[in-house]
């Protein structure tokens, strides 16, 4: 009966790989888990339509480069009494009904490159949401893969416990036979009786931590977790080296990049504010017809085109000023982009320095486990023989348990350290894992709105 508990508590213990064993049917995987999450997480959605409103930055500053058209009317009654000649009774006097309509085109010519450098700082900040975007996936995507392994660690850690109660319970029915008999005394019933109802207190942890692991796959994955099979790390999509990793991370996390646009815009505002120091030429076409404004004449018709050249000489002193500021904040992003590859590398080093960890506490847990089992099965037959006392065979049923539960939970460790890594070098994302769901392109929205001249829906129809 203990040797069939001793494999039940073992394969609790390897539920967290696919190696332990083939996937039951119809199982929920953790790729299913992290496309769940993907497409349904509140966060990220809301993240996707900042990122859409960002992209309306480029067709406002690209309106710079287009006319200004203005359509005026009016209209009105108007009474005139007109003296045509001083101390002569003879004057022009009536009620008319003024009205007029015209029509005016302004463009800019030349604003110094301020539009230019516009648009291009609007495209950096597409860029720059779009790779905020890609580390707010990273995170939920990590997140998801995380809490599905804790659900499994936790599940498993609870079978552990249920099974160390099982055998605390079987223990204790054998050792108060012993004592009736007269093999064993009180104080060995006693230490049966302690250990389990320490066993059956840590069964109660393990379930109440079980409980707040489930609502959290709840709110992380969209719903309830039912059948989970075994977990896998990711390794076959990390480099090769530590220092690969590295390299990697440097180039595509996304954070870096994010820093990267950064600086861009931060640059291209110093050119916008440079621009003020810079004359501006705008053109302008009239054309206006009018009735009735005087009572001599009934209509006028008037077009005009005029070309203004604008220099500014001293504007305050404003102007300089923005300029000193913006270049103040290029050096700030620049830092800020040496900051963060620094904690880019770190968190690279620090991963795949953990991950190499977990694969070697994996092992060192198997191997414990396998010890574990044989010298409790040792001391359950010396027991028998009288030279074991029932301590010596709870301890050893205590640290089989306490085998188990580090196996488990190096397991699980050695999972999400991979795709801790994965996520540190900014390759964490749906395309690289292969998963089955539709990639949210944001280029795609950024097209239909980019060269949109007039309109109020949105893409979607809004």
């Known amino acids: 009966m203990y040797g069939v508990k001793v494999v039940t508590g073992a394969a609790a213990a390897v ?29 990220l959605n809301s993240q996707r339509a900042q990122v859409r409103a960002t992209d309306e930055n480029v067709p406002q500053a690209l309106s710079g480069y287009r006319p200004k058209v203005a359509l005026t009317a009016s209209g009105g009654v108007q ?7 001083q101390g002569v009774h003879v004057g022009i006097h009536g009620t008319q009904t003024p009205k007029a309509v015209g029509l005016t085109v302004n463009q800019t010519v030349f604003d110094g490159q301020i539009t230019a450098n516009k648009v291009r700082a609007a495209e950096g900040q597409v860029s720059g949401a779009r790779e905020a975007l890609r580390v707010l996936e990273e995170t939920v995507l990590l997140n998801a893969a995380t809490i599905y392994m804790d659900y499994l660690r936790d599940s498993a850690t609870v079978e552990v416990q249920r099974s160390n109660v099982h055998v605390l319970e079987e223990t204790l029915k054998q050792t108060r036979d012993r004592f009736n008999v007269g093999e064993v005394t009180r104080t060995d019933v006693a230490q049966a009786e302690a250990q389990l109802a320490a066993g ?18 709840r709110r992380i994955i969209g719903n309830e977790p039912s059948n989970l099979a075994p977990g896998s790390p990711v390794d076959r999509f990390l480099p090769k080296s530590m220092a690969a990793a590295v390299d990697v991370s440097l180039i595509e996390n996304p954070n870096v990049t994010a820093a990267m646009y950064g600086v861009d815009v931060a640059f291209l505002n110093v050119k916008i504010n440079e621009g003020a120091l810079l004359p501006t030429l705008n053109v302008q076409a009239a054309v206006n017809q009018s009735y009735e404004q005087q009572l001599t004449i009934f209509k006028t018709f008037n077009a005009s085109l005029t070309a203004q050249l604008t220099v500014p000489i001293y504007q305050g002193g404003t102007e300089y000023s923005l300029i000193r500021q913006s270049k103040e904040t290029v050096t700030q992003q620049r830092m800020a982009l040496d900051q963060t590859r620094d904690q880019v590398r770190a968190t690279t080093v620090q991963s795949w320095g953990q991950l190499d960890a977990n694969k070697a506490q994996v092992v060192s847990a198997q191997a414990q486990v396998t010890a574990a089992e044989v010298a409790l099965n040792g001391v359950r037959e010396e027991a028998k023989a009288g030279q074991r006392t029932t301590l010596d065979v709870l301890n050893a049923q205590q640290a089989l348990v306490n085998a188990r539960i580090a196996l488990v939970t190096a397991q699980h460790d050695r999972v999400v350290s991979s795709y801790s890594v994965l996520s540190a070098i900014g390759r964490l994302s749906p395309q690289v894992l292969g998963l089955a769901t539709q990639v949210y392109d944001p280029s795609v929205h950024y097209q239909q709105v980019r060269d949109s001249w007039v309109g109020v829906r949105t893409p979607d129809g809004k």
């Open 15 to 43: 539920l967290l790989l696919t190696c332990a064993g083939p996937v039951p049917v119809l199982a929920d995987t953790i790729e299913a888990a992290l496309v769940r999450s993907y497409q349904g997480n509140p966060q």
């Open 79 to 85: 009474y005139s009494d007109q003296q045509v000649q």
């Open 200 to 217: 059956k207190t840590q069964e109660q942890t393990a379930e109440s931590q079980l409980v707040t692991t489930r609502a959290n796959f």
